[in-house]
């Protein structure tokens, strides 16, 4: 019998964790196997709605109590406090019963004990963090890992001094997405018209309400010159169906077949939507920016101004800066504005051209390969 590899994966339940924990895997799955050993690797903590992504990836689950500090008053700050310390204890024993060779942290709520528990233990850890200002855990986390992967460079500058060695590598895309296919035919897959401009909008993982009013509050003007594909987020789909319904009951049947909305894309129809768009907006969360890398495509960033720290400003302008997207910000979203970037980035060849080329220079499809290998050095 092979021996096994025995990895623990520990993050927040949210999509920008759990994906890149994911791509993450399927590389080391793919290592280990063929290196002649066994892959064993679970994840610690609470998934949320991602249960079944990750159990499709070979992850077994193992729930432990999440706690969350608020940096602001709040009364389940004491409720996590106890809930911090039940989760330390969970934790001590169940990973007595795994014992893993090295842990892989995401950082996020609930990530702490673990890797507190595997320092304990004399476990390796790895941690990564994907935005230009590293979260609460991955800091207090940074002093117990051997290896820091950061997605920005200039998060490193935002880290307490520590012994281990820093890497800058990206945010890890899953496999899927670096495939690409041509814009034409991916808009006949989604049933657009190849010959016209195709804009994607999504709101990150969960789906943003704000963005959600500026498409169909100005959605008429919009599809006098682009096709929209729009990802409006599961739990904003029914109220979003309701006002769509009613606002426009009066629109031209035939301006509406420019336009498609979704609660949510699976992973298929979201490479395809990602390949088909002429421009995509975003929010201004790393998974976003360094998909959008991946694909190539222009885009225009809108980041949520209530993210902590301000984190998704940050990621938005450095990725910017480096000439692969524009920024509005949210006071900023306003039809005159947004149509003036948007046709500038589809319409001007050379605006277009310069945003591509800078977007496929800023992406790093190599990072979850960077990531795992690292990984599997601390392994004797």
Not at 343 to 360: I, S
């Amino acid at each position: 019998m092979a021996n096994k590899l025995r990895v623990l994966f520990a993050g927040g339940g949210t999509g920008g964790h759990i994906f890149p924990m994911i791509a993450v895997a399927q590389v080391l799955k793919d290592k280990t196997i063929q290196a002649g050993m066994e892959p064993d690797f679970r994840y610690f903590g609470n998934p949320l709605e991602y249960s079944e992504e990750l159990k499709l990836q070979g992850l077994r689950i193992s729930r432990i109590a999440s706690s969350k500090w608020r940096r602001y008053f709040s009364l389940l700050n004491f409720l996590d406090f106890f809930k911090f310390w039940f989760s330390l204890f969970q934790c001590l024993w169940k990973m007595y019963w795994f014992m893993p060779d090295v842990i892989f942290s995401k950082g996020g709520p609930g990530a702490l004990p673990i890797v507190i528990v595997g320092f304990f233990y004399a476990i390796p850890v790895v941690i990564h963090d994907s935005d230009t200002i590293p979260g609460l855990t991955n800091r207090l986390s940074a002093r117990l890992a051997r290896f820091i992967e950061l997605a920005f460079a200039s998060a490193a500058g935002r880290l307490p001094k520590v012994r281990a060695q820093i890497n800058i590598v990206g945010n890890p895309v899953r496999k899927f997405l670096l495939d690409k296919v041509p814009a034409i035919s991916a808009k006949s897959d989604l049933k657009f018209d190849p010959a016209k401009p195709l804009m994607l909008v999504f709101g990150g993982s969960q789906g943003s309400n704000r963005m959600n009013d500026f498409i169909i509050a100005n959605l008429e003007t919009i599809l006098l010159k682009f096709q929209i594909m729009h990802v409006v987020g599961k739990e904003k789909f029914a109220d979003y169906k309701n006002q769509f319904d009613f606002l426009t009951k009066n629109y031209s049947p035939i301006l509406m077949t420019n336009y498609h909305y979704a609660e949510y894309l699976g992973n298929q129809e979201m490479n395809v939507a990602m390949d088909a768009a002429d421009l995509i907006v975003a929010r201004g969360g790393s998974g976003s920016i360094f998909e959008i890398a991946a694909k190539g495509k222009p885009s225009i960033i809108v980041p949520f101004p209530e993210s902590a720290a301000d984190h998704q400003k940050e990621n938005a302008y450095d990725y910017a800066a480096s000439g692969a997207a524009e920024v509005i910000e949210q006071e900023n979203l306003l039809p005159s504005i947004f149509m003036s970037e948007a046709e500038k980035l589809v319409f001007q060849p050379e605006a277009n051209a310069k945003m591509v080329a800078a977007a496929n220079a800023f992406a790093r499809p190599d990072s979850a390969e960077k990531i795992a290998v690292d990984i599997l050095t601390l392994i004797s």
